[in-house]
């Protein structure tokens, strides 16, 4: 069992920046997705990062201003949020996929889910 926990949420203005965080023992073996879920609406694919950070994928509505990475010393993914948007206001989820190679879009392929942080970006 690997439990996944989220932290770096809050609040912030638009144009503004936060950093997420996901920690979990073990989180090395695994490739890791960040999905997000804005109130009313679906949970939605961010980006996601393979096991050694070599290989990286990111939804286009965040290119260019999110940057996954991670730190297997520390067993922690990161989610670098830039230029942030009132549209990026969402519960922030990261996900644990045992094909540690793969970078995968979709929620069902991974086995392991954090609790969530909350990011909510003011106008």
């Known amino acids: 069992q690997v439990q996944l926990v989220e932290s770096g949420g809050g609040l912030v203005q638009a144009g503004g920046s936060l950093r997420l965080a996901c920690e979990a023992s073990?989180?090395?073996?695994?490739?890791v997705g960040w999905f997000r879920q804005a109130p009313g609406k679906e949970r939605e694919f961010v980006g996601a990062i393979n096991w050694n950070g070599g290989s990286l994928r990111y939804t286009d509505s965040v290119k260019g201003r999110f940057t996954i990475s991670r730190d297997n010393a520390k067993s922690t993914v990161y989610l670098q949020c830039n230029s942030l948007k009132p549209e990026d206001t969402a519960d922030y989820y990261c996900?644990?996929?045992?094909?540690?190679?793969?970078?995968?879009?979709?929620?069902?392929?991974?086995?392991?889910w954090g609790q969530g942080t909350q990011v909510t970006v003011s106008s």
């Open positions: 073990g989180l090395s073996r695994y490739a």
């Open positions: 996900a644990a996929d045992r094909s540690y190679s793969r970078r995968s879009d979709r929620a069902d392929d991974y086995e392991y």
